[in-house]
Nanobody, 118 residues
């Protein structure tokens, strides 16, 4: 059974940093691309913003809104993908989810709340 578990969210002041983790079980997460999405109030999770992605070769891509501030990485020995978030602003407040797609099926974690105070 595929399971993704996010952690690392919390409350941080503007300008601060957080590192989110997405730990997988039931799959070799390193064999698949993984993305981080964020969902703001009023939006469905699947309509959330894809903010960062990493492919199985380690290539990364970012939404313009986070480019230069967020860094996605993976540790295949821990079967985990990370999202390092720096220079956080109140506009980054959201629930953050990791996602991977395996044979056209989407798998999501439960999400982790990030709140940035001004």
């Amino acid at each position: 059974q595929v399971r993704l578990v996010e952690s690392g969210g919390g409350l941080v002041q503007a300008g601060g940093s957080l590192t989110l983790s997405c730990a997988a079980s039931g799959i070799d997460l390193g064999a698949y691309a993984t993305g981080w999405y964020r969902q703001t109030p009023g939006k469905q999770r699947e309509a959330g913003e894809l903010i960062a992605g990493i492919n199985k070769n380690g290539g990364a891509s970012y939404a313009d809104s986070v480019k230069g501030r967020f860094t996605i990485s993976r540790d295949n020995t821990k079967n985990t993908v990370y999202l390092r978030m720096d220079s956080l602003t109140p506009e980054d407040t959201a629930v953050y989810y990791c996602n991977t797609r395996i044979r056209l099926l989407d798998y999501w974690g439960q999400g982790t709340q990030v709140t940035v105070s001004s």
